[in-house]
Every structure is written in structure tokens, then in C-alpha cells.
């Protein structure tokens, strides 16, 4: 037995041995037998809870709130964005999603850049914008060129150019 274990035992038996003394000079008739369990019942709890606390460990809650720090291009508009112009192999989706998509992001930059709405002042509009992206942003373009990179890219430079 190792010696944190002689010791307890120890402590137990002169406790008990003090209260049986105690109890009999009271005059309450002590039953020694009874008095140990209990004892020794609140002896077991307290080393169980010793024993236990001593194994525990120091936690730190303060980790703090971390926001989550946005990739670029981890917006969804900007993926979606992405993906029909990766996808220029079909006219028809260029024609449905994407041509809608560019169109708004000119009357877009042209309301916060320059405060003009292309319905509204459609000479403003047309000086700002120039006349191949008018023509692109009034109709879409012919199919074979909704599937040429060149004719995507010179729009999207003049969309960035806005």
C-alpha cells in the first residue's frame, strides 16, 4: 500500500475512534459498528471527489469570437458568375442565365458609379456605355458569338471598365 493510502486509513480510524469516545461521554450509546460504515461511506465519497478533482484539468473558455474570414470569390453570385462563363458551350444557357446576368451588372454599375439609369436617360446611357456595349446590353449577341472567349472577354473588360 502505497503511503496516501495508510495515511486515509489512518485518519478514518482515529476519527472513528474520537467519535465512539465522544459519543460514549455524551451518554448516546454509540453503536460502533454503525458509526464506522457511515464513517467510512463519507471517508470513500471524499477520496472518490479528492482523487477525481485532482486529475482534472485547468479549461479555458475564452477562445474569443473568430469571424469567418471570406475567399475571394466565395460569394455565390461570383461562383455562379464563374460557372456560366466557364459553360459558354451552350448558346441557349448563355442566351437564358448569363446575357440577363451581365446586363444587370451594367445597369448596376452604371447606377452606382454614375447615377444614371439606362431606361431613364438612355443618352447618358449610351454615351457612358459606347456602342458595342449598348448593343450588347439591348440585344443579346448572335450564338456564335456568345460562345467565343475573345467577344466574352472584350465585354467583360468594358463591363470592369465601367
Known sequence: MNRLWVKRIGVTAALWVVLCVVAAIIGSRPRPLLLGAGLLAVAAVTWL????????????WDAGYQPYQRVRGDDVRVRRLLHLLQD??????????LHPLLVELV??????????????HPQAARQLLGEDLLAFVTTPPPARASTDPRYLSAILTRIESL
Open 49 to 60: 471527489v479528492s482523487d477525481l478533482a485532482a486529475q482534472a484539468e485547468m479549461v479555458s
Open 88 to 97: 459558354t458551350s451552350h448558346p441557349e444557357t448563355f442566351t437564358r442565365d
Open 107 to 120: 445597369d448596376d454599375r452604371l447606377d452606382t458609379r454614375y447615377g444614371v439609369d439606362r431606361h431613364e
